[in-house]
């Protein structure tokens, strides 16, 4: 599986941002994609995840009523639909799929949010 993240950039705070991930390869085995962040000097966290099948969803407390995830089976596509950002968002986003017993990451793309 190979994941390309796009739309990361510089904002002010308040400000929106929508991040793709576009999936490719075996996209028929993933179970569970996800949107990741690491910001300088702390670990990676989980923002959001959503599942294949019922598109069940999951958001840090963090982000929870700021930012959507929402992913097209179809396309092999997934989104984050960031809100309301805030300069503590800033951070590398990462896309993230779960494989049974896998996990596969795009590179990242860099949010910036300026006060």
């Known amino acids: 599986v190979q994941l390309v993240e796009s739309g990361g950039g510089l904002v002010q705070a308040g400000g929106s941002l929508r991040l793709s991930c576009a999936a490719s390869?075996?996209?028929?085995?993933?179970?569970?994609m996800g949107w990741y962040r690491q910001a300088p000097g702390k670990q990676r966290e989980l923002v959001a995840s959503i599942t294949t099948g019922g598109g069940s969803t999951k958001y840090a407390d963090s982000v929870k009523g700021r930012f959507t995830i929402s992913r097209d089976n179809a396309k092999n596509t997934m989104a984050l639909q960031m809100n309301s950002l805030k300069p503590e968002d800033t951070a590398v986003y990462y896309c993230n799929a779960y494989v049974r017993y896998k996990d596969y990451w795009g590179k990242g793309t860099l949010v910036t949010v300026s006060s």
């Open positions: 390869g075996s996209t028929f085995s993933i179970i569970t």
